[in-house]
């Protein structure tokens, strides 16, 4: 008897310990991301305003905004995701529902992408200067650079997405084979709004990685910060101007903490949209 | 209910793509492109603003990576003009190099740190590693911390020239890459030694970054010093061009060595050359 209470005993007590540690582990999490935010408010909401959005930078960036950088970003992200994703995502198709997982070519697709994902964005960029910029001509350009990052993009896009499309349950397929669906519609119609909050969650790493890329920017779409007149034009991305500001600008701290609190609210906001979408689709679509 | 949400879907996509066809492909009449320095790119995207207000249909393009890249490009005519922050060296006659300002290297440590002044055998033991203790050159009993640059920096080849070291003797336990990361790893560690650029030094100093700028061999390290030349350890900051310049390169050197922009270079903290 008493020795059956000692073990129950035990066992809570270990229970409690596993729990103990889980909750450390998560609010470790949270304290990391809230000590950055509240590092940045401090140190750049001062510099935020409606000026800030809208004018081009000067004096090197520790006065005027960030406007022009701004929209150089937006393009960048505009010219890699219109690349980037029919192809990742029509990959992801092929390798998911039209070739088995034991195929040669269906493994060595896989490898070489598993490959690409491990190569450093450095490289992504002496590769985009060199072929993008060079041989091709581009120049330094918001094009050249939104090209490399779509070279980036690809393989985090075409896995998650292919991880989502094999997550559905085979039911679905055979369900749409037994009612006389097309592959097409069954595709069109069922998977792919099934599997819509893995693909928006797959874009939204995406995205981040393209927000957040410094180095293969410096190489391909270049450092000017004037507006773009045109995807021709060299643009400075926004992740460039913080690293430019805190690096090689004195007193540029600041606008640079303004800016990164301007990527933050950018990311979060693109998150926001992204998962409401996808959320909406997968409902109309499904339920 | 459904019907709206796609709709804004569509016309959100609508007004990205309408964006992106609606800014012009308007090709500028003339256009420039510098590449090199990091340490010279911000000081000449401020010239290729004024220069560019003052020109009606020229565009100058600044872009960065390093004074050896600038070079590269220049030879490979990727660029119209390099920049180069520092002295030309002999095998490098092919390249016509015009000297736009100048900029001291400093020795800064810490704020509380005692020691003051030091001289050129003293840094040469302590970035050589023969004193490891601040006790050793005046200071607290603590261990030096030897902050070094990356390699192909123009600061580093400065550095190892005026003092005839090779970077392969220097024990760095930091090693860093632009001048502003140089002064935030001093303002970290009390018994750090770093060099940077004196402007930006000086700059970080009066916003109360906890750095100081210390004398070397008696030379007190400031702007004013490197202005006059009496401070040894100095370099100068250079467009460089393949050929001869002619037209519009020509132009745009002749701009940054004018009176027209001493205000932008002492923006900057750094120091135009006197005689132009």
């Known amino acids: ?287 | 209910m459904f019907s709206s949400k796609r709709s804004a879907f569509w016309i959100a996509i609508l007004v990205l793509i309408g964006f992106a066809c609606l800014v012009p492909g308007v090709a500028a009449a003339q256009k420039l492109v510098l590449t090199g320095s990091s340490t010279i790119a911000p000081l000449v995207g401020e010239f290729a603003r004024r220069f560019e207000s003052l020109n009606q249909g020229v565009r100058v393009d600044v872009q960065t990576g390093g004074s050896s890249r600038g070079m590269n490009d220049t030879r490979n005519k990727i660029a119209n003009i390099g920049m180069v922050s520092r002295a030309m060296k002999a095998n490098e006659s092919d390249l016509h190099a015009f000297t736009i300002a100048l900029d001291g290297v400093g020795i800064i440590l810490h704020i509380n740190n005692p020691v003051t002044s030091l001289s050129k055998q003293q840094v040469i033991d302590i970035y050589s590693g023969k004193i490891t203790n601040w006790q050793a050159v005046g200071g607290k009993n603590a261990r030096i911390t030897v902050v070094n640059k990356a390699e192909g920096r123009s600061t580093l080849e400065l550095f190892l020239a005026y003092f005839g070291m090779k970077n392969s003797a220097i024990k760095p336990h930091i090693i860093i890459g632009d001048n502003q990361q140089g002064i935030k790893t001093i303002a970290g560690n009390v018994n750090a030694i770093g060099y940077v650029s004196i402007g930006a030094a000086e700059h970080a100093a009066g916003y109360r970054v906890p750095i100081k700028l210390i004398a070397l061999d008696g030379h007190e390290a400031s702007v004013a010093n490197v202005r006059n030349g009496s401070f040894p350890l100095s370099r100068p900051l250079n467009l460089i061009t393949a050929s001869i310049p002619q037209g519009l390169t020509k132009d745009f050197i002749t701009f940054s060595r004018s009176q027209q922009v001493h205000d932008l270079i002492e923006a900057q903290y750094f120091v135009p050359v006197s005689d132009d």
């Open chain 1, 1 to 287: 008897m008493l020795e059956t209470v000692n073990r129950i005993w035990r066992s809570g007590y270990r229970d409690l310990f596993a729990q103990t540690i889980i909750y450390i582990a998560v609010a470790f999490v949270c304290v990391v991301f809230i000590w950055i935010l509240s590092d940045l408010i401090r140190g750049g909401i001062a510099h935020i305003s409606w000026d800030f959005l809208i004018e081009s930078p000067r004096d090197a960036g520790r006065a005027g905004g960030i406007g022009s950088i701004l929209v150089s970003t937006l393009l960048l992200l505009l010219v890699a995701l219109v690349v980037a994703l029919p192809l990742a995502w029509t990959t992801a198709i092929l390798l998911a529902e039209y070739v088995p997982v034991t195929s040669k070519f269906g493994i060595t697709v896989r490898y070489s992408l598993q490959v690409l994902a491990g190569v450093p964005s450095i490289v992504f960029g002496l590769f985009g200067n060199a072929f993008f910029s060079i041989y091709l001509g581009l120049g330094f350009s918001i094009l050249s650079g939104g090209l490399t990052l779509a070279c980036m993009l690809l393989p985090i896009l075409v896995s998650t997405a292919e991880a989502g499309l094999r997550a559905l349950p085979d039911s679905y397929r055979l369900s749409a084979a037994a009612l006389g669906l097309s592959r097409s519609a069954t595709l069109f119609q069922l998977l792919l709004p099934a599997a819509a909050p893995t693909l928006a969650a797959g874009l939204l790493l995406g995205i981040g990685r393209a927000l957040a890329e410094t180095a293969a920017l410096l190489f391909t779409s270049g450092y000017v910060e004037r507006m773009p007149g045109s995807l021709l034009d060299s643009g400075r991305a926004l992740a460039l101007h913080i690293f430019d500001l805190s690096m090689n600008v004195p007193g540029g701290d600041a606008p640079a903490n303004a800016s990164a609190l301007v990527l933050v609210a950018l990311l979060l906001g693109i998150n926001i949209f992204a998962m409401k979408l996808a959320y909406g689709l997968q409902r109309k679509r499904i339920i």
